[in-house]
Structure formats: C-alpha cells, structure tokens
C-alpha cells in the first residue's frame, strides 16, 4: 500500500518569492490568522507524512508544538531562509529535538530546503537526521536528542548577542517531561541570574512522557511556579491558539530585566483523533493505515 | 633544580593576554575561579567572564551556545567535574557539531593530593580522547602551557588541555616552540624509548640520567598533543629503540599508554610497559606521596625500562 502524496496543488511559502521578503523585514504585510492556521494544517500533514515514510519517529510531541512553531516562523521571527547563517537573525533552539520532523518541516516550508526533501527523513545519508543535527540541516541552530541541553545552549548565544549589542532574540522550546533534567534548571537559574531579557522560553506543555503522565512519572507541579521562583516572567496560553501565543511572544519582548517563559498548554498529537492523549505516540510512527486515516482527519 | 611553576597561574594570566588580544574570547567558570586562576580575567574582563555557578553541565552548554555565536570561550572547572560530570553535554554540545569551545581543567591526575578521590581526575583524558574531533593537550610545564593554550585559542575545533594542580619543574627553554600534533624529543637515546606526558615528562627525564650511570640509553619523547597523536613519532621510536615505556598520571585504560599500544600493534610491535595508576582509586595524601604510593615516579619509570629492555629480541 502506497502512502497518500501531499496535495501537489498546495503552493509552498517556499515558492512564493514574496515569502523571503516577509519573513526578514518586519514592514512586509503579515500573514493573516486564516492563512497561518492553513500552513499549521500543512505542518501536521508533513509530520503524519514524513515519519509514516521514515516508519519511525516523534509524531506526538511534534503534532502538539505544531502552533508554537507556526507562530514563531511565519510571524515573529525575524530570519533570512536565503541566509541561514544571517548574523541578525532570531535563534530558534529546538531542546527536545524529537520534534525534529515539525521543525523539518516548517523550514522547508519557508523555504531553507525543498520541501520534497521531507520525505528522505531517517534515512542513510538525508540532511534530515531523526534528532536535530545542526552539522547538516540549513536553518537548525543545535544538534539536540539528549533532553535538557538546548536552555543552557540558548543563554550562550543570548549573552553573545548582548556583548555584541545585537538586537536579535533568542527562543528556546523544551518539553515539559525534559524539564525533569536538572540541567534545565540550572539553566532556568542562570537566565534569570544574568538578567537576560532577549531569551523566551516556551515550554510544550502536553503532560505526557514516555512512561505516562507527567503526573505520574515525577510530578512536575506547581510547574509555572517553579519558574516564577526561579526569577522567570511566566505567561501561560492555550498552545493551539495561534492568536494568545502571538500575544505572549509580543508580551515578552516588553519584558525588562529577566527572561520570559510561556508555557503552552497543549495536546500530545494533536490534530490526529487516535494520537491525542496517547504517549505511545511519543516515538511509534503510524503505519500506512493510520497515514491514510490522519491524513483525512487533516484535510 | 630547574624552576617550578604553577600551571594554573600560569592559564590564568596567559587568559589575560589573549583576552588583550582578542575581544571574542570569553571565559566561564563553575565557582572556581581561584581554584583555576580564571579569576585573573574575571578581575580585568568583568564583563566578558561568566560565573555559572556550581553547575558544570550548564557552563557547558553555554560554552556552546557562546561559541555557536562566533565567540570563543574557555570554559575551566576540575578535571573531574570536565568531562566527568558533564560529558554527555560536552559530547552532544560541544563534540558532535565541532563548536570552538577550550575546556581547560585543572587538578588532573593524583598530584591533586589531600582531597582525595573525588577531586583526583585519573580518567579524563580516556573520557575526552573518546570524543570524535576533540583536540587533547596535556602540557609538560609553563612554557609548554603557554603555547599549547596560545595555539588552542587560535586553532579553530574543541580542544581540551588538562593541567595539573602542584607546581611543575620546567622542561624547556624560552625558545621552546609548541608544535600541535608533535612529539617532542626531549632527549636522545638507543636503547629504549621512554615516552610521557604532564608531569611525568620531568620524571621521565630524571630516570633517563639516573638509567644512564647503569649502561642504558633512553629516547625520551614528549607527547604533549595525546590527540590526535604523533604516529610518525612513535613508529620510528620503535624502529629505533625496539622498546617503549609510556608514563602518564591517568589510568592505565584508555589514555597514552591505550593509544600508543594501538599505534604500535598495528605499524609496528616492539615490547612496552605501562607507567600509569592500576585499575584504582587513589586515596587522601601528599602528591609526593601519593606518586610514589601508585607507582608514578622516576624510579618506576626506571624499573619499567629495565624490565622492557630485557624482553626485547
């Protein structure tokens, strides 16, 4: 049984040249709400795609980020796909890199690679590594997998940007079961120590880990707390709407003085009714029957 | 005696030249900073000096982060604490992408002393030499840290230069020049090749007199780059000499002797003997004491070479 092809009729920002010319300068006219919530569509499509081809990979907590990181690349931040190595431009670190294929295919879809590429995922010598690989993908800023590393990564290059005066801005994604690691809060610790106003961190709050529910597993809570007693700003959304965590990145950049977290509540595999809720969607891919079912469930 | 010098203090204030030097250098500590001698920098650099605090694996992860930014930091701890402590960071950090990170750890080996296992660093340098890419330097004295450190900061790649806590007799002359990925010839010789690192270079040149009033001519060779390491050197030291003795403050798994046994068992096999601490932790007591206690003196260097020349053909 073959895998059902993506929709070839359904343009790419990638081919729109008008694309490039958004996604750096801030003036460009901005997508509309409609049109991010069609490419969070398309995200999800590449990602039940991609690891159903791979036949391995982290649907779950991929499909649950999908609107944190439609938000960021198709409207905060400011990047040059043209140029991945662009000095000005907003980092966006993935910590928990098993969501390697959201990330995957949100770059291609600004166009850092063909999109075609997506399907070469997992495979012996693809650019597209299944954890992230910043030796070989245009636009990955760090090589992640082993959880809790990508904070501490991420007040490195904060702390570069401000001893240069840049003005570029630094975004981190962790999971919620990676914040078990205490590297994580030593980082958490250290941000907030060296007053770094140019780092967000966003947290995809889906409740799930591997073995079970955060709950269960170790116990997170009280999560926003934590980071509050550690000297974060904390602003808390509904990660799926694409409108409050563009108001929270938006708060956060008026932030003086200590870095911003937003946790974002969230649904593992969200989008894909049998994925939701489901840890063994962590890191099972879904074989073609599935495929075939959630692809339906996405049009 | 030739002079001895801390090494330490010897990192410290080179650090400030190469800050002087170049405004990209960085330097980060995990509250240490006396203990390394970073605190020199810290005093001069303020701003370009980044305390993390008691937390080594988070120093590491910003080092990378720092040097993903075109920085090029340092970043110093005890070499227990670098790699051990964080060496999946420093492996998935710093070592998989090949970012410009210099870990430079200090109290390395057994000559750390009182303080015993916990702070005795005797498998760093098996850990770091693992790590596919890293550059490791181990320096024989103060000239020799001078260089070494001068050359990391301007060779772009990981590296990690691993120096000791006491002071250190120097080996060298002023116009000693460091050569990345060479041995050193530090004495000629035809019988049996006596080849060291760090501290045990001074050693290795003390058995050397003392063997030749009892009719035995060591090669001495200083292997101050263990990674990637001079092949070329220790094949025609073989060839020349028939024997090898190797003699580092590690364990005996995984460090100089490790590699230069790999070398020879492939080019060119010559017997060898092994001066390195035995498959142990060592304990609380004075360096001195503690060299002779696990078998790292000049007179174990001695009775190596005695029993390697006598296996040869």
Same mark, same amino acid.
């Given at each position: 049984?073959?895998? $059902?092809?993506?929709?070839?009729?359904?343009a790419?920002?990638?081919d729109?040249?008008?694309?490039?010319?958004?996604?750096?300068?801030a003036?460009?006219?901005p997508?509309s709400?409609?049109e991010?919530?069609?490419?969070a569509?398309?995200?999800?499509r590449?990602?039940?795609?991609?690891?159903?081809k791979?036949?391995?990979?982290?649907?779950?907590?991929?499909?649950?980020?999908?609107e944190i990181i439609t938000?960021? /690349?198709?409207?905060?931040?400011?990047?040059k796909p043209? =140029?991945?190595q662009?000095?000005?431009r =907003?980092?966006?670190?993935?910590?928990?890199?098993?969501?390697?294929?959201?990330?995957?295919?949100?770059?291609?879809?600004? *166009?850092?690679?063909?999109?075609? +590429?997506?399907s070469?995922?997992?495979?012996?010598?693809?650019?597209?590594?299944?954890h992230?690989?910043?030796?070989l993908?245009?636009g990955v800023?760090m090589?992640?997998g082993?959880?809790?590393?990508?904070?501490?990564?991420?007040?490195?290059?904060?702390?570069?940007?401000r001893?240069?005066?840049?003005k570029?801005r630094?975004y981190?994604?962790?999971?919620?079961?990676?914040? #078990?690691?205490?590297?994580?809060?030593?980082?958490?610790?250290?941000?907030?120590?060296f007053?770094?106003?140019?780092l967000v961190?966003?947290?995809?709050?889906?409740?799930?880990?591997?073995?079970?529910?955060n709950r269960?597993?170790?116990n997170?809570d009280?999560?926003?707390e934590?980071?509050?007693?550690f000297?974060?700003?904390v602003?808390?959304?509904?990660?799926?709407?694409l409108?409050?965590?563009?108001?929270?990145?938006?708060?956060?950049?008026?932030? %003086?003085?200590q870095?911003?977290?937003?946790?974002?509540?969230?649904i593992?595999g969200?989008?894909?009714?049998?994925?939701?809720?489901?840890? #063994?969607?962590?890191g099972?891919?879904?074989?073609a029957?599935?495929?075939?079912?959630?692809? %339906?469930?996405?049009? | 005696? $030739?002079?001895e010098?801390?090494l330490?203090?010897t990192y410290g204030?080179?650090?400030?030249?190469?800050?002087?030097?170049?405004p990209?250098?960085?330097?980060?500590?995990? =509250?240490?900073?006396?203990s390394?001698?970073?605190?020199?920098?810290?005093?001069?650099?303020?701003?370009?000096?980044?305390?993390?605090?008691?937390?080594?694996?988070?120093?590491?992860?910003i080092?990378?982060?720092?040097?993903?930014s075109?920085k090029?930091?340092?970043a110093s701890?005890?070499?227990?604490?670098?790699?051990?402590?964080?060496?999946?960071?420093?492996r998935?950090?710093?070592?998989?992408p090949?970012? &410009?990170?210099k870990?430079?750890s200090?109290?390395g080996g057994?000559?750390?002393?009182?303080?015993?296992?916990?702070?005795?660093s005797?498998?760093?340098l098996?850990?770091?030499?693992?790590?596919? *890419?890293?550059?490791?330097?181990?320096p024989?004295?103060?000239?020799?840290?001078?260089?070494?450190?001068r050359?990391?900061?301007a @060779? /772009?790649? $990981?590296f990690?230069?691993r120096?000791?806590?006491?002071?250190?007799?120097?080996?060298?002359? +002023?116009?000693?020049?460091?050569?990345?990925?060479?041995?050193?010839?530090?004495?000629q010789g035809? #019988?049996?090749?006596?080849?060291?690192?760090?501290?045990?270079?001074?050693?290795?040149?003390?058995?050397?007199?003392?063997?030749e009033? %009892?009719?035995?001519?060591?090669?001495v060779? &200083?292997? $101050?780059?263990?990674?990637?390491? #001079?092949?070329?050197?220790i094949?025609?030291?073989?060839?020349? @000499?028939?024997?090898?003795?190797?003699?580092?403050?590690?364990?005996?798994?995984g460090?100089?002797?490790?590699?230069?046994?790999?070398?020879l068992?492939?080019?060119?096999?010559v017997?060898?003997e092994?001066?390195a601490?035995?498959d @142990?932790?060592?304990?609380?007591g004075?360096?001195? +004491?503690?060299?002779?206690r /696990?078998?790292?003196?000049a007179?174990?260097?001695?009775?190596?070479?005695?029993?390697?020349v %006598?296996?040869k053909?």
């Amino acid at each position: 049984m073959s895998l $059902p092809e993506l929709d070839p009729s359904s343009a790419t920002l990638a081919d729109n040249k008008k694309a490039e010319v958004f996604l750096s300068s801030a003036e460009a006219k901005p997508l509309s709400l409609k049109e991010m919530k069609t490419i969070a569509k398309r995200l999800r499509r590449h990602i039940i795609t991609m690891t159903g081809k791979a036949g391995s990979g982290h649907p779950g907590g991929s499909l649950s980020a999908v609107e944190i990181i439609t938000a960021l /690349y198709f409207k905060l931040l400011r990047h040059k796909p043209s =140029d991945p190595q662009w000095a000005e431009r =907003d980092r966006f670190i993935l910590s928990k890199g098993h969501a390697a294929p959201l990330l995957y295919a949100a770059l291609a879809e600004c *166009g850092y690679f063909p999109v075609d +590429e997506l399907s070469t995922l997992r495979q012996l010598d693809s650019r597209l590594q299944g954890h992230t690989d910043r030796t070989l993908t245009p636009g990955v800023e760090m090589s992640a997998g082993a959880l809790g590393q990508g904070l501490s990564f991420a007040i490195g290059i904060a702390l570069s940007g401000r001893l240069n005066s840049q003005k570029h801005r630094v975004y981190v994604l962790l999971g919620d079961g990676e914040c #078990d690691e205490g590297q994580v809060w030593e980082g958490a610790m250290a941000a907030a120590h060296f007053k770094l106003d140019n780092l967000v961190a966003i947290v995809d709050n889906n409740g799930l880990q591997i073995d079970g529910w955060n709950r269960d597993v170790m116990n997170l809570d009280p999560f926003s707390e934590k980071w509050r007693a550690f000297g974060w700003r904390v602003i808390e959304v509904d990660g799926h709407d694409l409108s409050q965590l563009i108001d929270a990145f938006k708060q956060a950049k008026q932030v %003086k003085g200590q870095p911003t977290v937003i946790i974002a509540h969230t649904i593992k595999g969200k989008g894909v009714s049998f994925m939701e809720n489901k840890a #063994d969607f962590h890191g099972k891919a879904p074989n073609a029957a599935e495929v075939e079912i959630a692809l %339906k469930e996405l049009e | 005696m $030739p002079q001895e010098i801390s090494l330490r203090e010897t990192y410290g204030k080179t650090l400030v030249e190469l800050g002087k030097e170049n405004p990209n250098i960085v330097v980060l500590d995990a =509250d240490l900073s006396r203990s390394t001698m970073t605190q020199f920098f810290a005093s001069e650099f303020p701003h370009r000096f980044f305390d993390c605090g008691i937390a080594e694996q988070n120093m590491v992860g910003i080092a990378a982060g720092l040097a993903a930014s075109s920085k090029i930091p340092f970043a110093s701890t005890f070499a227990v604490f670098a790699p051990g402590r964080c060496f999946d960071q420093i492996r998935m950090s710093i070592a998989q992408p090949r970012l &410009n990170v210099k870990l430079v750890s200090t109290h390395g080996g057994i000559s750390v002393g009182e303080d015993g296992t916990s702070h005795q660093s005797v498998e760093d340098l098996a850990l770091i030499c693992s790590l596919p *890419g890293f550059t490791v330097i181990v320096p024989a004295d103060a000239i020799e840290t001078v260089q070494a450190l001068r050359v990391a900061a301007a @060779t /772009y790649g $990981p590296f990690y230069i691993r120096i000791c806590r006491p002071k250190v007799p120097l080996v060298y002359s +002023e116009d000693y020049r460091f050569n990345l990925g060479k041995a050193v010839t530090m004495r000629q010789g035809k #019988d049996v090749t006596v080849i060291a690192i760090g501290i045990m270079v001074a050693a290795a040149l003390e058995a050397a007199g003392n063997l030749e009033q %009892k009719g035995i001519d060591c090669h001495v060779l &200083n292997m $101050p780059t263990l990674k990637p390491i #001079d092949e070329v050197a220790i094949i025609k030291a073989a060839a020349e @000499t028939g024997a090898i003795v190797t003699a580092e403050e590690h364990l005996e798994h995984g460090g100089l002797g490790s590699a230069v046994a790999r070398v020879l068992a492939r080019h060119h096999p010559v017997p060898i003997e092994f001066i390195a601490i035995k498959d @142990t932790y060592a304990k609380s007591g004075k360096p001195a +004491e503690l060299l002779q206690r /696990y078998g790292l003196t000049a007179k174990d260097i001695e009775q190596a070479v005695q029993a390697v020349v %006598k296996k040869k053909g």
